[in-house]
């Protein structure tokens, strides 16, 4: 099992407000995680940065081989707790940190099981022999649309609210996570982004890169290339997890 990651500030916006983190917990697990901060011009990367730290840190403290995955499980929704708590109480510090937030999206692997957890719109895909699937459902007004008829998918990826969120680490005292078990096999993929990424990319755009790239270890640098030949306005992040 390996793991790349990249992030990039985009070709507009001067700071980057994504974070990530790629933690080997043993020679068999493996845990990932991709944040996309919101707020204003300096506490966005903090909430990210700030989210992904206490999140990783709390899964490294917690976690055993031992566990079945609905304890893992318990043990991913408690360092979404523990992030949120410390998001939300950093952004009551100051004026400058008012309102502050970050999306979350993360993958525990271990031989027991593949746990994503996701708050927000960033996404996880599982990519293999039969194709792309994106696991995670965007916590997002146009998303509630969509579902509700209200707007196509196509629609979708460029009305003027596709940005607002329903659900962030950090806005509120408390926050509640979506978890997917996911029934993975050797030589599957999991692609973790912003949505930097996929407002930029066709989930079939994405399985051709991680599918037919010759070069597991440059495939971010390739989707990061796309994302920033079709403009690139927002953060770019991404994690690839090769099985």
Known sequence: MDAWGLTDPGNVRQQNQDAFRIVKLNDTAMLCVVCDGMGGAKSGNVASKLASEVFCEEVKRSFSLEMTPQEAERVLRSAVTLSNISVYEHAQLSEEYSGMGT???AALIYEK????????????????????RCITVDHSVVELMVQRGELTREQAKTHP?????????GTASQVYADVFYVKTEKDDCLLLCTDGLSNEMADQEILFEVAHGTHKDDCCQRLLQIAKERGAPDNVTSILIAL
């Open 161 to 169: 609210s596709k940005n607002l969120i329903t659900r962030a680490v």
């Open 113 to 132: 099981a593949t746990i994503i957890v996701n708050i927000g719109d960033s996404r996880a895909y599982h990519i293999n022999a039969d194709g792309v």
């Open 103 to 105: 999306t979350l999206v």
